[in-house]
């Protein structure tokens, strides 16, 4: 018998057609296809910001932190509860993520405990939108503008979730996509900044060509730089034709995958609502379009419940064990909420090709272990 996916890529016919077209074309690396991608992030989030496309959300993070001139010696405000991805970003650059705690509803970094971690050295603050929740934003942006910081939003699981009746990524400092294989759209791997700073922007362009000036128009004329200049550090973080052919055809698929990831949370939540010994963080769940579906188990009977739904062929996981227990960013402080939380949480299936009778199964298990006490 076959697992029921936590997650998968839902890919099909209309990306390999892309791709054959974009190999036939005969070049596969960052051309017009990448522009175009551009263009088509840019109309979809409804926002006049610069869209610049590379190869994965971490890359987006760490370009983001790196071109704003935040390096050694300085600091960078991170919820302790996101993947990895996030604390790795704000290291490549040299700089230094400080975890922070997160509020016990909704997993958001809590600006409370962000305020006792502020030092002389500390440039900006990375909200991340754990579960697809961004909608305290305003309040981080409030912090910010108190503290002098900039605000690079990690918004890898945000992709085409409204926020105060916009599009997440149409307004904001710095908002960072991932379009990793499992994401609510995918171009293999990839990601996106978005920013209206055009300063940033052009730097960001650069940075991912490996600093060469101005490569990126170039590129989308099909053309090449022989000669350049090169004014600061710079990575290989562009992103391919290839990876641009299938995001694209991912993105004319997102009202279907936004309905159906949507479709399944209502579910879930109508289906668990009253049950004794599971409760869902506080999410605006209409408006989002979640990328993880994670709820609360109480009781200490989340790895007891892991492990019945595992046997029972039902995947699940743990998002994210927090990163300041991890022994390279750990911490000479506790941070008790997020400790707690993640004892508690549970991620259950969701991806845009689940079918109804999965989600049954998922249910059934769920509710036949919680009527076990
Ligand atoms: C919260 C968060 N931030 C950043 C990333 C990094 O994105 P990518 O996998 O595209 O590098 C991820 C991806 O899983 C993520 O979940």
């Not at 650059?93 to 809590?110: L, M, S, W």
């Not at 039902?314 to 402080?333: A, R, S, V, W």
Request: negative net charge; aromatic residues 8%; contains cysteine.
């Amino acid at each position: 018998m076959n697992n029921i996916r936590l997650s998968k890529s839902c890919v099909g016919e209309e990306e390999k057609i892309a791709l054959a077209r974009v190999i036939d074309a005969g070049y596969l690396g960052m051309g017009r296809e990448v522009q175009l991608f551009e263009e088509e992030l840019q109309a979809y989030l409804g926002t006049s910001l610069h869209v610049i496309c590379v190869n994965t959300g971490t890359a987006a993070l760490h370009l983001a932190v790196q071109c704003l001139d935040i390096g050694p010696g300085d600091e960078v405000l991170v919820p302790s509860i996101t993947y990895v991805a996030s604390f790795q970003a704000v290291a490549a650059a040299g700089a230094k993520p400080v975890a922070c705690d997160v509020t016990p509803d909704r997993a958001f970094i809590d600006l409370v405990d962000a305020e006792r971690r502020l030092t002389s050295r500390t440039k900006a603050i990375m909200p991340v939108h754990y579960a697809s929740d961004s909608q305290d934003i305003g309040t981080v942006y409030t912090f910010a503008a108190r503290h002098g910081l900039r605000v690079i939003e990690d918004a890898a699981h945000g992709f085409g979730c409204v926020r105060d009746g916009k599009r997440v990524g149409a307004e904001g400092d710095i908002l960072c996509f991932s379009f990793d294989g499992i994401k609510n759209i995918t171009s293999g791997e990839g990601g996106a900044v978005v920013t209206g700073d055009a300063e940033l922007a052009r730097r960001i362009q650069d940075a991912r060509l490996l600093g060469v000036e101005r490569d990126t128009e170039k590129r989308f004329k099909g053309e090449r730089s022989w000669t350049f200049d090169v004014l600061h550090q710079g990575y290989r973080y562009h992103m391919s034709n290839l990876m641009a052919a299938v995001g694209r055809e991912q993105l004319k698929k997102i009202g279907r995958f936004s309905e159906r990831r949507q479709s399944c949370v209502a579910r879930y939540q109508r289906e668990f609502a009253g049950l004794v010994g599971l409760s869902f963080l506080d999410l605006d769940y209409e408006n989002i379009v979640s990328h993880i579906f994670v709820v609360r188990v109480s009781n200490g009977r989340r790895d007891e419940l892991m492990d019945h739904l595992r046997s029972n062929n039902i995947e699940c996981g743990i998002h994210y064990q927090p990163n300041h227990l991890l022994n390279y960013f750990e911490t000479d402080y506790p941070l008790p909420i997020a400790e707690t939380l993640i004892s508690e949480f549970l991620t259950l299936p969701l991806h845009a090709e689940l079918t109804e009778d999965e989600l049954t199964k998922v249910i059934d298990a769920v509710r036949n272990f919680l009527k076990q006490v």
